[in-house]
Every structure is written in C-alpha cells, then in structure tokens.
C-alpha cells in the first residue's frame, strides 16, 4: 500500500471516528432534553392539577391554598419588600452553613484518618451523635450561644459537619490498598500515601458531598429559624401556621425549593468543573 494510500485510509478512519463521536454526543444531548421535558411535564401537570383542585374546592384551600394564590402571595411580598430580608438572612445562614460544614467535616475526617488510635476512640460517639435528633440539641444551642445567629448556624454544623465526616472519611478507608502498598513499597511515608494515594481517589466522594449539604445546610436552618429566629424564612414558616395564614407557609416553602434548587445546581456545576479539570 502506498502512502498516499495509507494517509488516505487513516483520514477515513478519523472521519468514522468523529461521525460516530458527533453522533453520540447529539444521543446524549437529545436524551437529556427528553430528560428535562419530561421533569417539566411532570411539574406543570402537578401545578395545573393542584390549581384545579383548589378551584373546584376538591381540597380545603384554607389549608392548602393553590398555586395562582401562592404565587399571588409571593409577588406581594417581594413588591412590598417585606420578603427580601427573610430570604437574605436564610440565604446566609445556610451558605455559611454550608461552606463550612464541609470544611470543618473534611478537616475532621482528615485527622481522623491520620490518628489510628482516634479514629477507633471516636468512631462509636460519631456514630450516636449521628443518630441523635439535633432538633433535641436546638435549646441547648440557644443556651449556650444565645437566641440569634450564632446558634441557628450551629444548629446547621451539628447536622452538616458529622454528615461530611462520616462520608468521607468512610471514602478514605475505601480506597484500594494495593495503591497504598506500591506507595509504602518505595518508602513513602504517611503523608506521601494520602497526598498520592488517598485524596486523589476520595477526590470525588469529597466534591459529591456537597451535593449533600445542600440539602442538610437548609434542614439545619430552617430547624433553627422554627427555634429561635425572628426573621428568615423559617420564622415566616411559624408565624404564617401561628396566624391560619397557610398560603403564607407554602409560599415560604416554594421559595426555599426554589433557592435550594438554584444552589444544587450551582454545585452541580461547580463539581463538573472540577472533576473535568481533574
């Protein structure tokens, strides 16, 4: 064969290759549309069966209310500006909540991995105070850092930082010990073995974990807020089902479904980012 045979061969190939790459990127588009019209249909029936159902009175509205009327609710508040400092306030508390609960989790679980020895001692405490209630830890938080701030965003550590430590250090302890064994083969030391070996490989249980907290930062702050707070929108929450003002409740809950959802997927991103960069 020629080279001008030859070149030409390779050139066909390539194109096969990039035909049937282009084809499976445009699958892959076409199923996460279908994906995502479908979650679409899916709320809108719900929504529309909803507001039909409070139409109609086949559900009490006094208790349930109905979309237009939340919505209604929702567009009042916000024109009014009596929403925005609620939500400002949740919004941080939940961020800060957030970030370092992670944080804090991942350090622990860190030294936890490094210390044998505290890794045995604490293991059953971490597990109990996984277990216990922290709606029951609530008055003690308010006790010992008063009714304000501070303590709705230690109401949120209790829950997020334990989460991420069990994650990931149970990661840690997951990873595939013939890649700790070539490491301690060559003399690498313990540091050595979990810069090369074990935070590389826990990398993507770390980045998921955020995904979590999401969820837990604002479970943490909304029990909090129930507690304690005299503005958010879990104090919004409490004072709507105080005053029989139930459209006021699920227009609160709307918006932290709403919010909650923009911060997943702002996470969504970022762990996309990160993993691609790795």
């Given at each position: ?5 030859t ?8 194109d ?20 995502l ?5 899916i ?8 507001e039909l159902a409070?139409?109609l009175k ?6 349930f209310?109905y ?26 508390e939940?961020a ?12 622990l679980?860190?030294?936890i991995?490094?210390?044998p020895?505290l ?15 922290k709606?029951?830890?609530?008055p003690?938080?308010i006790?010992?850092f ?14 997020t930082v ?19 064994k ?8 313990r ?12 990398f ?6 955020l ?10 702050v ?5 507690l ?6 879990g ?5 709507g ?18 919010v ?11 762990e996309?980012k990160?993993v691609?960069?790795?």
């Open positions: 064969m020629s080279l001008t045979q070149l030409k061969v390779k050139h066909e190939e390539q096969w290759i990039k035909q049937q790459w282009l084809g499976h990127r445009r699958l892959k588009t076409k199923r996460k549309r279908l994906v019209a479908t979650q679409l249909s709320l809108l029936v719900l929504i529309g069966l909803w409070g139409r086949w559900i009490d509205v006094l208790i209310s979309p237009s009327k939340v919505a209604k609710q929702i567009v009042k508040d916000a024109l009014s500006g009596e929403l925005w400092p609620h939500l400002g306030i949740t919004v941080a939940t800060v909540g957030f970030l370092l609960g992670t944080l804090i989790g991942t350090a679980a860190v030294v991995w490094w210390s020895f890794s045995r001692v604490l293991d059953p405490y971490m597990v109990v105070f996984n277990s216990m209630p709606v029951a830890l609530g003690i938080f006790v010992m008063g009714a304000g701030y501070t303590a709705i965003v230690i109401t949120t550590l209790s829950i334990i989460v991420t430590t069990l994650v990931v250090y149970n990661s840690f302890n997951e990873v595939d010990q013939n890649l700790i070539v490491i301690r083969t060559f003399g690498g030391s540091r050595e073995v979990f810069t090369k070996a074990i935070l590389p490989a826990s993507p249980t770390i980045v998921s974990t995904k979590v907290n999401v969820g837990m930062a604002w479970v943490g909304i029990v909090g807020e129930f304690v707070a005299k503005i958010g929108l104090y919004l929450i409490v004072y089902f105080q005053v029989f003002n139930f459209t006021l409740v699920l227009s609160s809950l709307v918006i932290i479904a709403i909650a959802t923009a911060m997943y997927q702002l996470v969504v991103y970022i996309r990160l691609r960069e790795r």
